[in-house]
């Protein structure tokens, strides 16, 4: 059974510009939720999806945006990169009801 | 319930015992866990207890949850060079809603 994988697993911008990162989860499960990590501050919240719709959302500046496809598939978006943007992102899935997240192995954003 | 803390640094020897310490404020927490994050990876599960037990044991690892003190332990034996990496101490609240504390640093020292 294959993981939960991420896309891109690095990847560089600069100031300015929009990134958009992916996420497949296990078969099945039908909530997925990503997190942001940086030194020091650990896992933030960002937003958790299931069957298509929003579910819960952390609290982070409208630049950042996610959404869920019929297949469970989610992609999250940042426009308008800052430096502080930098950051690994994390993406979980679980069954819906469950009590276990799996992770990806992250993205590794860095804006320059 | 998003104050969940740990200590950032933890140093051990090879073979002794690690504990690494959590503390959470929101007392509706359902389940509590332990994540491992070694570098350049995303978060393992390593154990999670129901927030009516008091411990969980499983095989090196020894959870203990004190929940008057809203406290979390996690007790490696044994400690070897490969458990060196990043432990994550997590709440669930009621709605699935999860809470991360910063991270422990575990070095094992051979």
């Known amino acids: 059974k294959a993981g939960v994988t991420q896309t891109p697993r690095y990847l560089i911008k600069t100031r300015g510009q929009q990134v958009t990162l992916s996420c497949s989860p296990i078969?099945?499960?039908?909530?997925v939720s990503w997190y942001q990590q940086t030194p020091g501050q650990g896992l933030q919240f960002l937003f958790e999806?299931?069957?298509?719709?929003?579910?819960n959302k952390g609290n982070f500046p409208g630049r950042f945006s996610g959404r869920q496809f019929s297949n469970s598939r989610s992609e999250m978006n940042v426009s308008t990169l800052e430096l502080g943007d930098s950051a690994l992102y994390l993406c979980?899935?679980?069954?819906?009801?469950?009590?276990?997240?799996?992770f990806g192995a992250g993205s590794r954003l860095t804006v320059l | 319930g998003e104050d969940v803390e740990q200590s950032l640094f933890l140093s051990v020897r090879e073979g002794d015992s690690s504990v690494i310490n959590c503390t959470y404020t929101d007392s509706s927490s359902t389940y509590l866990y332990w994540y491992k994050q070694e570098p350049g990876a995303g978060l393992q599960l390593l154990t999670y207890i129901f927030s009516n037990m008091d411990m969980k044991q499983d095989q090196r690892l020894t959870v203990l949850l004190n929940k008057k003190d809203k406290h979390l332990s996690l007790r490696i034996a044994d400690t070897q060079t490969g458990d060196s990496a990043i432990y994550f101490c997590a709440e669930m609240e009621p709605g699935n809603q999860f809470y991360f504390g910063t991270g422990t640093s575990l070095t094992v020292i051979p």
């Open positions: 999806y299931f069957s298509e719709t929003q579910r």
């Open positions: 979980a899935s679980s069954l819906d009801g469950a009590n276990v997240l799996t």
């Open positions: 078969s099945g499960h039908r909530s």
